[in-house]
């Protein structure tokens, strides 16, 4: 692993990171963010022309669909909008997610043809159709849309059939309205898909004065943000904070539900409890069976459904794991053929579909590198892909769109399907592709330092001023300090299956302990009778009522 330092001289711990985050101790508005803060809903693109559609159909029967995405951000989108259309005015309108293994992401010919055979009327998109130009035109002398997403957007071309140019972006010009941050006058473009449908949301409520409280589905929002890695910063960071606060004092019955079952004290969930307890719970519908499910869980009303189905929720998740540990290791034989590349890419006949990205993640995260991970099927592979910093996986998909059948997604995450008979080409055009630009790249896995400490700092005021910088996740990360040329007093192993390594210093006649969980290895490796460095985080632990301080190592190096 390698560590960036800082040039940190002369300067205190805390005093630095807020100076390197350009955060002032006394900036009120960041450490108590209010909905003051957040942007008007009403300078999101073509949120006017959304709710001139919506009114048309308020004291109609006409039927409504809400078409979203089967992750996290894509379910809670979906949950907002049903909830805020059907049980808060009153409309005639129904949820739907399509399957990722019969229909795929976004619409699709299938979804929408499914939905005209319902009866659709209306069908308003959230967290996808922005890229479906072709679909909207095809179908909107058929039914109507409003296109809600945050996904990149195809970009201007000179001659497009069927679609219109805003600023630089190619979007459909038979939707009845797209809202996307990235289009018109939006000041911040990092919204995720549930936060835009709560735009919509909203400035749909401020136009038509329904006067209906929206700020009820903000604990919706705050776990479609964690959940999608947008980053915490700007109006994400005050969406975080007021869902966090909505989340903790919440009435949503799934969310009460499925915290329970995990033992949360939903008073205390943040950030980490979205993004890896409760987030993948969520997402285990749509990767192994139905989406809706979720969907489900998150808008009842009931509470021994809730109750039913967060537990069929949780076994999901358990099965998600099994399953991915198993191709996991598949995986790895793969990747020893092609170690020496830039980038890695594996498949096999078959593989579930719905945990091809978590491998892909857990492969880019183990070797710093690219990875795309596809299933073969039907003499068609559909693929995801997971990327590190320095190559951007969606604008190398877009420059081999002639070998795809569909890819869209982010800089480092996205998904693409193809032929078959594309294979070889594909995969050496892009392992080229990846050699280029990371040839002058170290691909090992970097660990970025915030600021340099002494053991003196691991204490509560040092903890309470840094923590004051939460929510921590995506571009506004916990601190990472590293305590450089120190020696342990004592070093055990500890835990029921000796799993956990325990490190003791003494400070001013004061033991601090730093404890490196799930990792014994360094004691193979690290000579402790010697200087050593470790780099982590100052956390806090409450044992019968009593605090005391600790650093949770990241990483451990013997000294220079």
């Not at 919506?54 to 379910?75: C, L, M, Q, R």
């Not at 140019?165 to 990235?182: D, F, M, N, Q």
């Not at 890896?276 to 009931?302: H, K, Q, S, Y």
């Not at 040329?485 to 302990?513: M, Y």
Request: with cysteine; net charge negative; charged share 25%.
């Amino acid at each position: 692993m390698e560590w960036i330092i800082p040039q940190q001289i002369n300067t205190p711990l805390v005093e630095w990171i807020y100076k390197t985050r350009g955060i002032e101790q006394d900036n009120i508005e960041f450490f108590k963010p209010s909905k003051k803060n957040l942007h008007s809903p009403l300078l999101l693109h073509n949120v006017e022309k959304a709710a001139e559609t919506i009114k048309k159909y308020i004291g109609t029967k006409k039927k409504i669909y809400i078409h979203g995405d089967f992750d996290v951000d894509g379910i809670t989108a979906t949950s907002i909008m049903w909830q805020f259309l059907y049980r808060d005015m009153g409309l005639n309108a129904l949820p739907y997610i399509p399957s990722r293994f019969t229909e795929g992401y976004g619409l699709s010919e299938e979804s929408i043809n499914k939905l005209l055979n319902d009866g659709a009327e209306l069908i308003i998109t959230v967290d996808c159709g922005v890229k479906d130009n072709e679909l909207v035109n095809k179908y909107s002398d058929k039914v109507d849309f409003i296109i809600t997403d945050h996904h990149t957007i195809l970009p201007k071309i000179s001659e497009v059939k069927g679609g219109k140019i805003s600023g630089e972006y190619l979007i459909s010009a038979s939707a009845k309205a797209v809202c996307h941050p990235r289009l018109g006058s939006y000041p911040f473009h990092e919204l995720c898909g549930a936060a835009v449908a709560w735009k919509v949301c909203s400035g749909i409520n401020e136009i038509l004065n329904l006067n209906i409280n929206v700020d009820k589905y903000l604990d919706l929002v705050a776990i479609g943000t964690v959940c999608d890695v947008m980053p915490l910063v700007d109006e994400n960071r005050t969406l975080l904070k007021l869902g966090l606060n909505e989340l903790r004092n919440t009435n949503n019955l799934g969310i009460k539900s499925l915290s329970k079952l995990l033992n949360l004290k939903i008073q205390e969930i943040d950030t980490y409890h979205l993004g890896f307890i409760i987030g993948p719970r969520i997402n285990a519908t749509g990767r192994l069976e139905d989406a809706m499910d979720a969907v489900r869980l998150l808008t009842t009303l009931d509470t021994r459904f809730a109750q039913k189905m967060s537990s069929k929720l949780d076994s999901l998740n358990l099965e998600r794991q099994q399953l991915t540990q198993k191709f996991i290791e598949i995986a790895e034989l793969q990747i020893n053929n092609q170690i020496d590349d830039h980038l890695f890419f594996v498949y096999g006949e078959d593989w579930p579909e719905g945990i091809i990205g978590l491998i892909a993640g857990k492969l880019t995260e183990k070797y710093h590198r690219p990875v795309i991970v596809a299933s073969h099927k039907n003499e068609r592979f559909k693929a995801s892909a997971r990327s590190i910093e320095e190559f951007h996986i969606a604008n190398a998909l877009s420059n081999h769109s002639a070998l795809l059948l569909t890819h869209g997604g982010h800089a480092q995450a996205a998904g693409l399907s193809f032929e078959a008979s594309n294979l070889e080409q594909l995969v050496q055009s892009l392992k080229l592709s990846a050699s280029a630009a990371l040839e002058k790249v170290n691909l090992v896995k970097k660990l970025k330092i915030d600021g340099i400490g002494t053991l003196e700092d691991v204490n509560s005021i040092t903890y309470e001023k840094l923590n004051s910088l939460s929510p921590f996740g995506m571009a506004n990360k916990k601190p990472v300090i590293c305590f450089l040329d120190i020696t342990p007093e004592k070093v055990k192993v500890f835990g029921k299956d000796n799993n956990h390594l325990k490190l003791i210093f003494q400070s001013k006649n004061t033991d601090i302990e730093a404890l490196a969980f799930n990792n014994t290895e360094y004691i193979n490796v690290i000579d402790f009778a010697k200087n050593i460095d470790i780099a982590g985080t100052i956390e806090k632990n409450v044992w019968n009522g009593k605090e005391s301080f600790f650093i949770k190592i990241d990483d451990i190096r013997q000294s220079n």
